[in-house]
């Protein structure tokens, strides 16, 4: 994950705090938690140390780490997906290319 996805999930840790859910999103995000990050997440007690769990794993996980946390968010709670993509500047690059896709975000399909 590059510093600047870093830094917007830092800034948008207390609202994930609040209203992720977390346990739902799990297996929206296999494709970069193996099963030992799953389990850490699922060992902790309340759904917010869940999400702390879960946020510094993910800087870990490489570079589509950010990309498959947004676009899982996007399936189930767009409402906290939406500050991610607006932060990142994919939202307003989406909105003025033809295609759906972030070219700077490794050319990540984010919006279908």
């Not at 946020?55 to 996007?74: C, D, M, S, T």
Request: hydrophobic content about 40%; charged content about 35%.
């Amino acid at each position: 994950m590059d510093d600047k996805h870093r830094e917007i999930l830092r800034r948008q840790r207390p609202n994930l705090r609040r209203d992720l859910e977390v346990m739902k999103l799990l297996p929206k995000l296999h494709s970069v938690l193996d099963t030992d990050d799953e389990e850490e997440v699922k060992a902790e007690g309340a759904r917010r140390q869940k999400v702390d769990k879960l946020l510094n794993i993910l800087p870990k996980k490489g570079p589509e780490a950010f990309h498959v946390f947004v676009k899982g968010l996007q399936e189930l709670q767009p409402f906290l997906a939406a500050p991610l993509l607006r932060y990142s500047g994919i939202v307003r690059k989406i909105l003025f290319w033809p295609a759906k896709k972030c070219q700077s975000c490794f050319g990540q399909n984010l919006l279908n």
